[in-house]
């Protein structure tokens, strides 16, 4: 079966709002989801259908939404396994609502950041081009084409080689984006890299911490067991990823929690010391509720902090092409009035 692309997060977030208020008001789930299924886009609806029919012919809706191409994150999967398993369904697709709608608004914010950047970078790139067409333009005493830049791109040919080279550069980004994303969930050398960068680093871990504490903390709503609580959690924070049977190995052998996952080194500090907060009040969830926002609102920080100064690394670039392209237009004019002044 091919795979199609996922429901965005805001469309899932609005699916799960309603599908919780439609249950809390004791309307069957079959009916409730026939209905959404003619609310949402068009491009997803034969996903939609197809799980109305899926429940309708007596399936859960878990099994259901992993059967559906792709179309559903694994962490909504689970958490759909969970409501039924607990017969929860309205508060668990309300918690579920409420952190899609939490990480829509990061991602959103994210990307609204990174917009003056790329439109600086545009304009660099924008700016190198009208300078390769101005070499075309521009020629010394014997008439050839004055190499601006000193990069051997002159003229409307230099420009067409120069628009090649940054095709093959966006090519080669599009292919690593996926291995780039691979390596740092796996703990790659990815990974190993982001945490040497001071602000960006931190800042990624906390965002992927953030969502590993609302699926964690959703899971203990739910009253899931640890090795479940981990398991969800994985879903939301791949890269946070934890093994379920190691942390229930080590509990069997009289580790509290937190200190089986502070054993697995994977978890940030504040987030082990949260779990045995609330380890030892009984309020793990509750606590893990209140640590998610704070961990949002750092990663939100420390990557505007980061697009900031790359935005101001782009500007530097910038002068120092401007810079350049002076003093070579200084020494080519300098070099015409000394040739000019040299006698035939």
């Known amino acids: 079966m091919l795979r199609n692309s996922q429901m965005p997060t805001r469309a899932l977030a609005e699916l799960f709002g309603r599908l919780a208020i439609a249950l809390g008001a004791g309307v069957d789930l079959r009916r409730a989801w026939a209905s959404e299924a003619t609310r949402v886009p068009a491009r997803w609806r034969p996903a939609m259908e197809g799980v109305a029919r899926r429940l309708a012919g007596g399936d859960g809706l878990a099994a259901s939404l992993r059967d559906a191409a792709g179309v559903f994150p694994p962490l909504v999967c689970s958490l759909a396994e969970v409501?039924?398993?607990?017969?929860r369904e309205p508060e668990v697709f309300r918690n579920l609502a409420a952190s899609l709608t939490e990480s829509d608004r990061a991602t959103r914010q994210l990307r609204a950041a990174l917009v003056k950047p790329m439109l600086q970078l545009l304009a660099a790139a924008a700016a190198v081009g009208v300078l390769i067409v101005v070499s075309g333009s521009s020629g010394d005493l014997d008439g050839r084409p004055v190499d601006i830049l000193g990069l051997g791109l002159k003229g409307m040919p230099g420009l067409m080689r120069y628009f090649t080279i940054l095709g093959l550069l966006f090519g080669v980004v599009l292919i690593t984006a996926p291995l780039v994303a691979r390596s740092w969930r796996d703990r790659g050398l990815v990974r190993r890299l982001a945490s040497w960068l001071p602000g960006l680093g931190p800042a990624l871990v906390a965002g992927e911490?953030?969502?590993?504490?609302?699926?964690?903390?959703m899971a203990g709503h739910a009253g899931l067991d640890a090795g479940r609580l981990v398991e969800l959690a994985a879903g939301a924070a791949p890269g946070l990823r934890i093994s379920a049977a190691e942390i229930e190995s080590r509990l069997r052998a009289g580790a509290t929690l937190d200190g089986a996952?502070?054993?697995?080194?994977?978890?940030?500090?504040?987030?082990?010391?949260?779990?045995g907060v609330g380890e030892l009040t009984g309020t793990t969830p509750e606590v893990l509720d209140r640590l998610a926002p704070q961990l949002d609102e750092e990663s939100r920080a420390g990557v505007a902090a980061?697009?900031?100064?790359?935005?101001?690394?782009?500007?530097?670039?910038?002068?120092l092409l401007i810079a350049l392209i002076v003093v070579r237009f200084f020494s080519f004019y300098v070099g015409l009035i000394e040739a000019a002044g040299k006698p035939l």
């Open 83 to 87: 409501g039924e398993r607990t017969g």
């Open 306 to 319: 980061a697009v900031t100064l790359a935005g101001w690394a782009v500007w530097a670039a910038v002068a």
């Open 261 to 275: 996952l502070a054993a697995s080194g994977r978890l940030p500090h504040r987030v082990i010391e949260a779990v």
């Open 209 to 217: 911490a953030a969502a590993w504490c609302r699926a964690a903390a």
